[in-house]
């Protein structure tokens, strides 16, 4: 009894921890854990209560560990979460932590990470920050080098097609959730056969992607993981029918093409089924009242429609592609695309030129300088990649010293992570 209740308790906590993270609101709520006592001698378990209320996560952390007699020490010493301030949120596989929250994270697993003010020169920042960048790197190497192997086992022994971290936590999180998920497998063989020629990612939700891959929380417990890969038969049911969802709501808007949104974390089959049934019954609806506007095309197969849940946005994505929420009012959706029909059709075309460039001078960047890794943050453009790499290229002689076998990763501040990696602003100066 203790066990289960203790596993049921920690999935809650976590969840709480994660809404708080996320900065969303959250309830008051109440958790009971059974704990050994601190007595040697006794072999009996106490009943600790612990009462979810705060708004803040270091707050909701110095309750947790008090109510367990745990020391707060080093909590005590974090500072209390600010305003976010949103140019310098780090969007990885678009998990949106605020610069304190990751802090946290990072002084958990890794140790310290450094910001820099924006204004800096990326020769300045070099400066003040690649010697620590080198040390950070060398430092974390044996985890990094530990993580590959997991994955690299992990791989072989259940046939994996891949396995993917994509949630946003440190390098040392990554590593435990490869252990736990090691000592899963070792004690349950059996029920991890189902995961063959799978790719598995560890992610902040746990289901079945559209691609087909298994998807685990990483927050969660080895238990709950389990669960899930028991269920996958019904995780996969819904993924077989999304083809046909689909099709559905293409043939009720011109046979206009069905995608996902590009760089954006994978998307649970069973939710993303109900989105398209939503909007294929708002289409009929409109479409035994209404007619479309005579400018449009017969067909409209050469544009593409990506359906997302009820708080996404109307709009047309840098790609060209129309993004809509499945709650949105049929005749709105037909208005927008009546208007950004023909802008639609420059920008599928230009994105198309802009990724082959962005892949040529990755690669040209990566060779030239020697970076151990060079990637991009999910909103930055090809264009803004690009011109980011040809100026790191034109400048070649007086950068190479610095950043010489670095892992660079691209997005809209300067900042440097806990594992060595430098973060650098696409416009840097």
Known sequence: MERDTNENSLK???????????????RPSRVKFYLKKQNPQEHHFETVDISLGHKDIVGALQSILTSCNLSTEYVDKLPKPSTPQKQ????????????????????????????????????????????????????????REEIARLQSILCSEL???????????????????????????????????????????????????LQGHVILNSAEV???WLDLIRNLERYDTHLKHIPALQAAVSRSLCDITITQRLFRPELLAEAYGSHLRNLTTSLGNYRSRNKFPESWPECLDKFQLVVEGNPGPLMLSPSGQFITPSSCPISLLVSFITDNMDEARARLDQYKIALEEEKHVIANCIDKFG????????????????????????????????????RIYVTHYYSLISDGEMCIPWNWK
């Open 222 to 224: 080895r238990h709950n």
């Open 159 to 209: 046939d994996l097609e891949d396995l993917i971290w994509a949630c946003g936590w440190g390098t040392s999180h990554f590593r435990g959730c490869l252990q736990s998920f090691h000592t899963l497998v070792t004690h349950h063989s059996k029920e991890m056969k189902s995961l063959r020629k799978r790719t598995v990612i560890f992610g902040n939700e746990s289901g079945v992607s």
């Open 12 to 26: 809650q906590l976590n969840s709480y921890i994660d809404i708080l993270l996320h900065q969303k609101p959250v």
């Open 88 to 143: 310098q949120i780090r969007k990885r596989n678009s998990t949106n932590f605020s610069d304190w929250s990751e802090d946290l994270d990072n002084s958990f697993h890794n140790g310290p990470k450094t910001h820099q003010k924006s204004d800096d020169t990326f020769k300045s920042w070099l400066r003040k920050h690649s010697t620590q960048a080198e040390e950070l790197s060398k430092l974390t190497k044996p985890v």
């Open 371 to 406: 970076l151990s890794a060079l990637s991009k943050d999910d909103n930055v453009t090809p264009a803004q990649m690009t011109s980011c790499c040809n100026r790191l290229l034109e400048n070649e002689e007086f950068l190479k010293p610095d950043i010489n076998d670095a």
